[in-house]
């Protein structure tokens, strides 16, 4: 017969134990709680107090609800206290020899029919397990913080948990209203084997100064339609808890790209823990606040200490998807463009291709009649390159083909008046080599529009060695003056979004290589766990799997690093010629 879980334990009242207990407590369970010391104690309660203050802020819970709930949890310092429970989660700091021994005394203390279950990041269930008498009842129950807000939960079985209950387990997370999934014990399980290496990467290019922190967070959060960036995501996550995790990762992965970025292990020290201390990669106006206040990190708010130079008039070069989009942005903006094809029809369609989308805008509403015509009667046509040469800015957008962005470069160096800035939007080829192809490289720079441009607020700007700051800043000013989000980055494959998103989605395809998990469980992991607005493989659908492997390999080319190998699987697809949604088949098929 099926357990009926009514009292449960949680060991550890931390971020995660207190969130754990409340959504117990809102299910109309008895929860007993237990931290290490009444300090311990004391903050537990703070939390629990103020999350469920909140929710009655919010209408979410009335007074009366609230006390309820409250009353629902009693609290203790003595493992003692959980010999009645039926289910017991530990939520203690992630080290194994102290979930060992917490869970060897309980082992002792509660019946032996009472359920364990651990609430670890990253460490084995089967280890955890064999620390007690009875680790057929041991079993992960993995939550993801916030506890009250996020839905999924991963739920670990060993080799040696027993079926009922795992089954058992599963109705009781569903019970709470929660999406449950049950995988095996590897480091990481879904979610955080994949996020961790994400984070970690970003720590690094943090700790090499590739780019700021705000910039770093910016880039994911308008770039993917992250709720949040990696350096905040990991200030709430708490910097110990994740070195945890990723030294655990790193021990069992062997993979260099899971070995905790050093200058995390540098903030530990120095007590920089993330929101619960007040202060990680950002500063936080208190412990355990999500207000962050400036420090001597924030950026400046821009000086004229570099001059800008004037841009009215704007060229862009090519008629595809990009070409058109910016087109697009700088005519409604009010520039006058100058869109260059090679052929008189390739023009003549490039500008009906923003005809189409201005009549869109008009027909949804969003622009007047009168306003499209004045975008377009801001956008002339041209195939002669001498006619760019009264431009200030030259926006390349042309095939991601070397040969063919370098000779555009030296026909605009031939033509382009002096002090123009000519920009290149390749996403994966260096800048410098369409710098270095012009007698002007300090004139050069990379402005990385997503697709599609008239949506996507997120440009990476893009300076060489060689780009001049007054370029940069010129840069930065027109992207704002556009309604975008510039973010700043050096001239490294990849730039920011797709070095920190490509490898991310190899790791899942190589789970799903693995056979840990299948692409559905993957993907709802990542939406429903961490909050993603898609999971990896519908975005690997969406993206194309040729376009994906050719950033996956340039990545790889550039970086050397093992760990960025594209996972074979995708290569397989490619060369079967399943592209994704463009040829109605991928890792899913669409009709
Ligand atoms: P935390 O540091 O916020 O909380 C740990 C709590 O355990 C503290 O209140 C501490 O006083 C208490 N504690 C320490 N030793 C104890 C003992 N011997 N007996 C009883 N209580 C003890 O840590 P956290 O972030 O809540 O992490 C707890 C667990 O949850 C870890 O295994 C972690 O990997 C996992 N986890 C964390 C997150 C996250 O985002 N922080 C998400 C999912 C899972």
Redesign the pocket.
């Known amino acids: 017969m099926a357990r009926q879980f009514s009292t449960v334990g949680v ?7 207190a969130g754990i207990a409340e959504v117990f407590a809102r299910t109309g369970l008895t929860v007993i709680a ?4 009444d ?2 104690l004391e ?2 309660r703070g939390h629990l107090e103020h999350s469920t203050a909140r929710a009655v802020e919010r209408g979410k819970l009335d007074a009366a609800g609230k006390a309820e709930l409250l009353g629902r949890i009693s609290t203790g310092t003595s ?1 003692g206290d959980l010999a009645g429970c039926d289910l017991v989660v ?5 080290r194994m020899d ?2 060992a ?2 869970l060897a005394e309980l082992d002792r203390i509660c019946p032996p029919d009472t359920v364990f279950a ?6 084995s269930i089967t280890e955890i397990g064999v620390h007690t008498g009875r680790p057929g009842k041991v079993v992960g129950l ?4 916030p506890t009250q807000v996020l839905k999924l939960v991963e739920v670990i079985r060993s080799v040696v948990t027993e079926p009922d209950v795992v089954a058992d387990v599963v109705a009781l997370v569903e019970r709470l209203g929660k999406t449950p999934v049950v995988i095996g014990d590897r480091a990481g399980f879904i979610a955080n084997a994949l996020l961790f290496g994400y984070l970690n990467h970003a720590v690094r290019m943090y700790e090499s100064r590739y780019a700021t922190r705000e910039d770093l967070d910016a880039a994911m959060r308008y770039g993917c339609g992250y709720p949040m960036g990696p350096l905040a995501l990991l200030d ?3 910097l ?2 994740a070195y ?2 990723l030294d655990t990762m790193y021990h069992q992965s062997r993979n260099r790209l899971h070995a905790p970025a050093p200058v995390l292990k540098q903030m530990i020290t120095a007590g920089l823990l993330g929101r ?1 201390s007040g202060r990680g990669f950002y500063t936080y106006d208190a412990p355990d606040s999500s207000t962050v206040v400036p420090d001597v990190h924030t950026p400046a708010a821009a000086s004229d200490a570099v001059p800008t130079r004037e841009v009215q008039r704007v060229g862009v070069i090519g008629t595809g998807t990009m070409a058109t989009g910016i087109v697009e942005v700088f005519a409604k903006r009010g520039y006058d463009v100058v869109l260059r094809a090679r052929t008189v029809e390739k023009a003549e369609s490039a500008l009906a291709k923003v005809r189409k989308s201005l009549e869109r805008a008009v027909s949804k509403g969003r622009l007047s009649e009168v306003d499209a015509a004045a975008v377009l009667g801001r956008v002339s046509p041209a195939v002669e390159f001498e006619e760019l040469a009264d431009c200030d800015l030259l926006v390349e957008a042309v095939a991601e083909d070397l040969a063919v962005k370098k000779s555009v470069f030296q026909a605009l160096d031939e033509v382009c008046k002096p002090g123009a800035i000519l920009a290149t939007t390749t996403s994966s080829l260096p800048v410098i080599e369409c710098a270095a192809a012009t007698g002007r490289p300090g004139d050069v720079v990379g402005l990385h529009f997503f697709n599609p441009a008239q949506v996507m607020k997120l440009v990476e700007v893009v300076d060489t060695i060689s780009t001049s700051a007054d370029v940069v800043a010129t840069a930065r000013r027109v992207c704002l003056d556009l309604g975008k989000q510039p973010v700043h980055c050096g001239d490294r494959a990849g730039f920011i979004v797709n070095a920190l998103l490509f490898p991310y989605l190899n790791d899942a395809v190589k789970m799903l290589e693995a056979h840990y998990a299948d692409a559905d469980d993957i993907d709802n992991a990542m939406k429903v766990g961490c909050g993603l607005p898609m999971g990896p493989f519908e975005l690997l659908d969406v993206v194309g799997l040729d376009v994906s492997l050719a950033i996956e390999r340039t990545l790889y080319l550039e970086f050397r690093e093992a760990g960025f190998a594209p996972a074979p699987l995708l290569e397989h697809l490619v060369t079967a010629g399943r592209l994704g949604r463009k040829t109605g088949k991928g890792f899913r098929d669409y009709s």
């Open positions: 060991v550890g009242l931390g971020t995660m134990g237990v931290d290490v010391d300090e311990g903050r537990g493992l530990e939520a203690v700091p992630e102290l979930k021994s917490v651990s609430n670890t990041s990253s460490l993995h939550f993801f913080n709430l996550i708490g110990d808890t945890e995790i619960k």
